[in-house]
C-alpha cells in the first residue's frame, strides 16, 4: 500500500455546530488529491457510521476508512489525525456500525471539513503545483472542495489561484472563490474530477 503524502492533517468543525456530547451520522466522506508519487489521482474514502463530537479537539469516529480501494489500518489513520481524533475499533480496521439511510444522514450531517496539507511544497515548481495534493471534499450538497492554502506565500498562492483557472475553465461544473487564503470549489460531479490531471 502506497504511504499517504500528507504530513499534518488537522480537523475543523462548523463553529456553529459545536456542542459537547453532540453526535453526527454520515454515510461517507471521500477525498480526492493527486498523488506525486504515482502521477495519479488517489481517493481516500471514509465510510463513517458514527461522529461523536466530544469537545473541538476530540472527535470519536466508527467506520472503515480505504485508501486506494484498499483498507486503511485504523492505527495509521489515527496517527494522520493526531490529537483531533479518537478512533474506536481494533487495530487494524474500525467496527463498522449499522449505515444510516442517506437521507437521515443528509438531514443530520453538518459540515465536516479534514484538511490533508503536504508541508513538503514549500515552495511550486511545475510538478508540485498540481495542488489536488493538499484537495479535499466533504459531505454537502452540492459537495464542496477546500484547498488548505494558508501558510504560501503570495506568489504561491497567486500561482495555485492561476493552475485552478486553468482548470475551471476546462471544467464549467467547478466554481472557485478565494477569501483569506483559503481557496473553495465546489464541485457537482466529484467523480470526474478523478480524470484530470493538471
Known sequence: MSELVFEDVSMEINKVAIANNLTFY??????????????TFKELSLLFSKIHLHSANEIKVRGSVYFDGKVLPAAKFHHLLNQHVVCEG???????LSLINREEAENMVRKLDIYFYNKRTDHLNVQESRIFEIAVNLIAKPPVMYLKVLGMSRKQKDKCLSILSEFVQQHESVVFVETDFRIYLTVRLLSSMRRYSL
Open 26 to 39: 454520515a454515510t461517507r466522506l471521500c477525498c480526492i488529491f493527486f498523488s506525486p508519487d504515482c502521477g
Open 90 to 96: 481494533n487495530d487494524s480496521v474500525f467496527d463498522v
